[in-house]
């Protein structure tokens, strides 16, 4: 009996693809003042963009509740299935703590927590790893090992117009926003170990994409043996045209995956509108 999948919104896996492809995701939420928002599920992402131009008060975040996933678990542990659940990185979300408190309540269930040291389009692209491995009938084991190289295969690197957004909701230092904004040094950013971190500082939005786009191919060894996400919120010009530049430098070679893919409500309240970054995994 296939392994089941169950990870959390900041995958960005849709609804309908999720149905699709048989992974459950498990919502985080988006409260503006008295009200929260399911990701995805009560709040889409024009809906999102609609209400930042709008309300007079900016989003913040929050993680699911134990009980949230208890409900993800049930029916695979009802059909006598092992689960494999990956989620946002521990270091940027206490979404785990949240599925591991789950997980005691099927005692008789192998559930196994696996911590992505990941976001958005890295942490959905190790659910599919993950999730096509369960199809093709391989264990718990074989995933979780799997999970492991792709989770040390990943890079992230990324520019944000707009580091108010970040400095806000405690995803980057309040006094490197404050050097940046004072000498006007846009960073690009990465994930080191499930942490934010800046990668390099320079002084245009335009020099950071280009050293984005040098960062993203710098560890790759073998174009076709590669793929590439771009992700952005709410700038799909500027990541098509990230998207361009990248395949201009593959010289014709074709990768394994060069897709776009746009971020959802919880993870563009981090960000701002008008980020972009490349996910990249040999």
Same mark, same amino acid.
């Given at each position: ?10 995958? &960005? @896996? ?5 149905? +699709? ?9 988006? /409260?503006?003042?008295?009200? $929260? ?6 709040? $889409? ?8 131009? $709008? ?17 993800? *678990? ?8 092992? %689960?494999?659940?990956? =989620? ?7 979404? @785990? ?8 309540? *099927?005692?008789? =269930? ?18 599919? !790893? ?12 074989? /995933? ?6 792709? +989770? ?32 006007? %040094?846009?960073?690009?950013? $990465?994930?080191? &170990?499930?942490? !934010?971190?800046?990668?390099?500082? !320079?002084? =245009? *939005? ?59 409500? !919880? ?11 490349? *996910?990249?995994?040999?």
């Amino acid at each position: 009996m296939a392994v089941g999948i169950v990870t959390d919104s900041t995958s &960005d @896996i849709e609804p309908r693809l999720a149905a +699709r492809l048989g992974i459950t995701v498990v919502p985080l939420f988006v /409260i503006w003042g008295d009200r $929260s928002y399911r990701d995805y599920v009560d709040l $889409s992402r024009r809906e999102f963009y609609v209400k930042l131009s $709008s309300e007079p008060e900016l989003p913040k975040t929050s993680q699911p509740s134990p009980h949230m996933f208890e409900e993800a *678990f049930a029916p695979f542990a009802a059909a006598g299935q092992e %689960i494999v659940c990956i =989620t946002i990185s521990s270091k940027l979300s206490g979404t @785990i703590n949240a599925a591991r408190a789950a997980a005691g309540s *099927f005692p008789g =269930t192998n559930i196994s927590i696996f911590d992505s040291q990941s976001v958005a389009g890295g942490l959905g692209m190790q659910a599919r !790893v993950a999730n096509d491995l369960a199809k093709s009938g391989a264990g718990t084991g074989t /995933i979780l090992e799997a999970l492991e190289k792709e +989770r040390r295969a990943q890079r992230l690197y990324a520019c944000i117009p707009d580091l108010s957004h970040v400095v806000r909701t405690g995803r980057i230092g309040k006094a490197r926003a404050a050097l940046g904004t004072l000498m006007k %040094i846009v960073p690009v950013i $990465s994930l080191h &170990d499930g942490e !934010v971190v800046a990668e390099a500082q !320079v002084r =245009t *939005f335009a020099r950071a994409e280009e050293t984005m786009i040098d960062l993203a191919l710098r560890n790759v060894r073998e174009i076709s043996e590669s793929r590439f996400l771009v992700m952005h919120t709410n700038a799909p010009a500027l990541a098509e045209t990230v998207r361009e530049r990248l395949e201009q430098r593959f010289d014709g070679v074709k990768p394994k995956m060069l897709e776009v893919l746009e971020a959802g409500p !919880v993870i563009a309240t981090h960000g701002g509108p008008g980020a972009v970054g490349v *996910f990249s995994a040999q």
